[in-house]
């Protein structure tokens, strides 16, 4: 059957509201279940309800069952049992809002009138039930002695009860999710032993290979069933677990298990999957002598062992992640030949793990390579330029030796400008790509390079892995590049617009051969649990190549910066037009690249680079995280440098000690990450920041101002200004910036986006500048005399109406001591003419009779105007001229001071003044 789309209705007590038309619960709820209009009925208008039940204690026949029912009547609502299994609670935990169950706490009160009691033919009483409630029995078991005549009976000869519920689905061509395919497919495996118990039927496995076909899932199957062992199974399962041995391999834990099994008749898999699950290894093998031989049981977790492979080796076979194997003797069996067998796994078991970490993981993408007859002098510039230690000296793509510092130091010591051939440690020491850092290891410990190329099957040079590279990566504690996947989180936070459109850009960089990311701050959001909808996406290649690709397949148009290897694809209008405002105008395309600086301060010289090169330049570790897009690598979590251990930590660290001497910039970004997410700068690093500290004052006022803006833009931009004073950042800029506890106070209390209506209106600027960020300036520095603040103002070369802002707010705190006791018309006198956010930013300053008078200023006394204007003196035959504004001001005065307080009044001092 199609199933449509549900409307969900909390019954829980967390929240009490109806969830809407949706997939999934909006709240939190001890259960919900989906309803039919019917079904909604009987829940308004006291219709009595039908209800599903099962056994207690139920095991996944069980649970399963009361589903299949459920989806064969979903008027019915599925009660779970008060007593579960424990495997039950912790799939349900997993994955119980997939599903429809209701806890009976959060049964309507109301009459019950039908039954379907599942894989059981005990009924649990409910209140609601009555002697005219039908009941009807669906179980595999045959029909029980004395069950009441009236109770309608289903007898289902097959293995489990959930089988019949399946082919009854089936039927209606029903669609399910994987994770409810499971559900269904664990009921059959858990009375059928998995298809191994002499009760199964075709029936059964008809319908797991149904399931199968829907989606479900086997690992999560092998995961949740949790078979007895018999007594004599427990005795040989104690013997394994205590002769259990582990070796790493290559990385990989690899547990080895040897016991006596003579006269056990069940089977070993049982005792195999137990010590698994208790064990936990990458892979187990277990060996027991029994009557027939040694019996070779293996079972994997990970995709990097295949026993089928290594059973293979013993006659055995099976399939990557669980296989066998008999090992008959010549005669009796004997613990020889156990310990042979056991002898010989250990020696071919290296050749069939492959590495947790290979060369691929931790090397560096399309490496620099030396021509031959490369002068010493130009390697140098090189070496200088790109921080490295060495190069491999190429030939017709093949490797002829490494050249390292050491070596052209010295030959330019003695001043002799020598080729990388005459220079270089001659030799052809290669790694492969999936090779094990053991391997890498090795080679770098025989040939002493500490550069080792990495080649590709045909010997072409496709990377380079440095001795820094495997020592960060065999340090106890250090990360290791990560592959883990976050697709699901980046589904989840972006729309479905945004993410289609995310997907198309990764298609077409996988049809180029291109390897697309995103990576920064994007990443670090994501994991955060604060995503937004800004981020780039980077190339490993050409990001004009593809951006014209897309134009040209799509629509729209591109430009593209050469040197930078930049480009916008600019989406067709169509296809803006065509959705919501998630879509952005246009698409940002960056080639990963490189950068080296010219000198302390500068801003950076980039060349193409590989992702792990661009990750590299980037401030913290925090923000080196990328994930890639294209292909099947769709949100796979790349960390090269040690963001995600970083980022778990709450650590703020940079990449190399040159960080801050390359861009003191980033000493205020760290104080800026480190007080938005509450995290701590790293010892080593406010080390280094205070031993860059003076190089601050080197950078131009525009760097420094946008840091602040920035900073500004905050909402804890007071504790981040407070960090940079406690740190003495603020003092090593020239003009020292002030800070002290009453300019955080002031910020902390008044800086916000809520400026009250009545001072500025919404959405007000100063100059284009924006509200907040202006607001932020003129509270921070309105109290400095003109003397002090002017120095500030040019350096940081703030904008003309900021700066004029800034000098009037400055005057009015120096004369506001002069204003005391002065009448309104002074007040209005002295403020008309200074821009709005000055006086309200003095207003927050101030206290007591000048706070109140700035705010009568702002609300009221700005906004009084005589009823006499130009016309009227004209009326009266007052040639136009400066008495006009003379005249206008007194009348407006005398109205702001009480003088005058009616129009009559304003007439009779009018033709007072122009009398006199």
């Not at 090779?435 to 500490?450: K, V």
């Amino acid at each position: 059957m199609t199933k449509v789309t549900s409307l969900f209705f909390c019954t829980g007590k967390t929240c009490g509201r109806a969830g809407g038309y949706d997939a999934r619960p909006k709240c939190s709820m001890r259960f919900l279940y989906p309803s039919s209009t019917v079904q909604m009925a009987k829940f308004i208008y006291n219709i009595p309800m039908d209800v599903i039940l099962t056994h207690e204690q139920a095991d996944f026949d069980a649970l399963a069952s009361l589903f299949g029912a459920y989806l064969l009547d979903e008027k019915a609502l599925p009660v779970l049992p008060r007593r579960m299994n424990r495997n039950l609670r912790a799939f349900l935990t997993l994955y119980g809002a997939e599903f429809p169950f209701v806890d009976p706490r959060d049964l309507p009160q109301k009459s019950i009138e039908r039954v379907t009691l599942v894989d059981t033919q005990s009924l649990v009483t409910l209140k609601g039930m009555g002697d005219t409630t039908e009941v009807h029995v669906i179980d595999h078991h045959p029909r029980r002695a004395g069950l009441p005549d009236t109770w309608q009976f289903t007898y289902a000869p097959t293995g489990a009860t959930t089988t019949v519920l399946v082919e009854a689905m089936q039927a209606h061509n029903g669609h399910l999710s994987m994770i409810q395919a499971t559900l269904l497919l664990l009921g059959i495996y858990e009375d059928t032993g998995a298809l191994t118990y002499a009760s199964t039927t075709s029936r059964d496995v008809r319908a797991a290979a149904y399931l199968l076909e829907l989606g479900a899932s086997l690992q999560i199957a092998v995961d949740f069933l949790n078979p007895p062992l018999s007594p004599d199974q427990r005795q040989i399962y104690e013997k394994l677990a205590s002769s259990a041995e582990t070796y790493e391999i290559a990385g990989r834990r690899i547990v080895i298990a040897c016991a006596d099994a003579t006269g056990l008749s069940e089977e070993i898999s049982t005792l195999a999957h137990k010590l698994r699950d208790l064990l936990d290894p990458d892979a187990l093998f277990v060996l027991v002598r029994t009557d027939d031989g040694v019996r070779l049981v293996a079972r994997s977790t990970t995709d990097q062992i295949d026993v089928a492979a290594i059973a293979a080796q013993f006659g055995g076979g099976g399939h990557d992640r669980a296989a066998a194997a008999l090992l008959r003797p010549d005669k009796e069996p004997s613990d020889d030949l156990l310990m042979e067998t056991r002898a010989r796994l250990l020696e071919i078991l290296p050749r069939f793990v492959r590495p947790l970490v290979t060369v691929a993981q931790i090397m560096s993408n399309k490496p620099r390579l030396l021509d031959p007859e490369t002068p010493a002098q130009e390697v140098a510039r090189l070496m200088q330029r790109y921080g490295y230690e060495g190069f491999p000296v190429v030939k017709d793509g093949r490797v002829l030796g490494l050249l390292t510092r050491r070596a052209v130091d010295r030959a330019l010591a003695h001043k002799l400008n020598l080729t990388a051939a005459s220079l270089m440690e001659a030799g052809s020491v290669t790694v492969r790509p999936e090779d094990s850092l053991e391997t890498l290891q090795a080679r770098m410990t025989d040939s002493g390079w500490g550069q080792i190329p990495v080649v590709d099957e045909s010997g072409a040079v496709i990377g380079i892995v440095t001795r820094t590279d495997l020592l960060k990566t065999l340090s106890p504690g250090k990360h290791r590049p990560s592959r883990r996947s976050l697709a699901s989180k980046l589904e989840g936070a972006l729309p479905p617009e945004r993410l289609a459109l995310t997907r198309l850009v990764a298609a077409e960089a996988e049809a180029q051969g291109l390897a697309v990311y995103v990576v920064g701050g994007f990443v670090r959001d994501l994991l955060l649990g604060r995503p937004s909808l800004d981020f780039d996406i980077v190339v490993e290649g050409d990001a004009i190549l593809l951006a014209r690709a897309l134009s040209a397949k799509h629509g729209g148009r591109f430009t593209s910066h050469t040197r930078f290897g930049t480009a916008k694809w600019f989406l067709p209008a169509d296809l803006i037009d065509s959705q919501s405002s998630n879509l952005p105008a246009f698409v940002d395309l960056i080639s990963a690249r490189q950068e080296y600086y010219e000198r302390p301060t500068a801003l950076p010289t980039v060349e193409r680079g590989s992702i792990k090169l661009d990750l590299h330049r980037r401030d913290f570790t925090i923000n080196t995280l990328a994930l890639r897009l294209d292909g099947r690598h769709f949100g796979e979590l790349y960390d090269y440098w040690g963001g995600l251990a970083d980022l778990e930590r709450g650590l703020v660290r940079v990449l190399h000690s040159l960080s801050f001497v390359d861009d003191p910039t980033r000493m205020i970004r760290a104080v800026r990450f480190e007080q938005r997410f509450g995290f701590q700068i790293e010892d080593r690093t406010l080390q280094l920041m205070d031993e860059a500290r003076p190089l601050l004052d080197r950078l131009t006022s525009e760097r420094i101002r946008h840091e602040f803006d920035l900073i500004l833009d905050e909402p804890n931009a007071p504790a981040m200004l407070s960090r940079l004073s406690d740190l003495h950042l603020l003092a090593a800029l020239k003009p020292n910036l002030p800070w002290n506890a009453t300019i955080r106070a002031r910020l902390e209390k008044h800086l916000s986006d809520s400026i009250p209506n009545e001072w500025l209106g919404s959405g007000w600027t100063l100059g284009g500048l924006p509200s907040r960020r202006a607001l932020g300036y003129l509270l921070w520095l309105l109290d400095q005399p003109l003397a002090a603040l002017n120095p500030v103002i040019n350096r940081l070369r703030l904008t003309a109406p900021l700066a004029r802002a800034l000098r009037l707010a400055s005057i009015l705190w120096a004369d506001l001591p002069s204003l005391a006791g002065a009448p309104p018309s002074t007040w209005v006198g002295r403020l008309d003419g200074i821009p709005l956010p000055a006086v309200y930013a003095v207003y927050c300053a101030a206290e007591g009779e000048a706070r109140t008078n700035l705010e009568k200023y702002a609300r009221t006394w700005r906004h009084v105007q005589p009823r006499t204007d130009g016309h009227v003196l004209q009326s009266l035959g007052l040639p136009p001229g400066p008495a006009y504004q003379n005249l206008l001001r007194r009348l407006l005065y005398a109205r702001l001071d009480g003088e005058v307080v009616s129009d009559a009044d304003e007439e009779a001092l009018l033709k007072r003044l122009l009398s006199e």
